[in-house]
């Protein structure tokens, strides 16, 4: 049997979904159900598209989410944690502090 071609456009459609639910991101499975493939289908088609698994891009984008907004918005640290489902302020300063280098009010100091 022939090799099927990819379907354009399947990593960007799970892209879509976990964008429009970054605060409740998808599990890798129900992301995969919802674009209409194998788990590791679309394991494999994130790694070779973006050079990441699904799980470390879903935690970028959150995170890139998280600068975006402590850089251009006036919302409290915390809302902003909320926002990206993380309830542990703790937690959320740790996670920008070791993707970022800074912790967020000082992100948000230096308007990056």
Excluded: Y
Aim: glycine share 8%.
């Amino acid at each position: 049997a022939a090799a099927v071609a990819p379907r354009p456009g399947l990593v960007a459609r799970a892209r879509a979904l976990v964008d429009a639910r970054l605060d409740d991101p998808p599990a890798v499975a129900e992301l995969a159900a919802a674009v209409g493939c194998s788990a590791a289908h679309l394991r494999r088609r994130f790694r070779a598209e973006l050079g990441l698994g699904v799980k470390p891009w879903i935690q970028a984008r959150r995170l890139e989410r998280a600068r975006h907004l402590l850089a251009h918005s006036a919302l409290p640290v915390r809302a902003i944690a909320a926002q990206l489902g993380i309830d542990d302020l703790q937690r959320f300063n740790k996670l920008v502090r070791r993707a970022c280098g800074l912790g967020p009010r000082a992100l948000r100091t230096r308007g990056s």
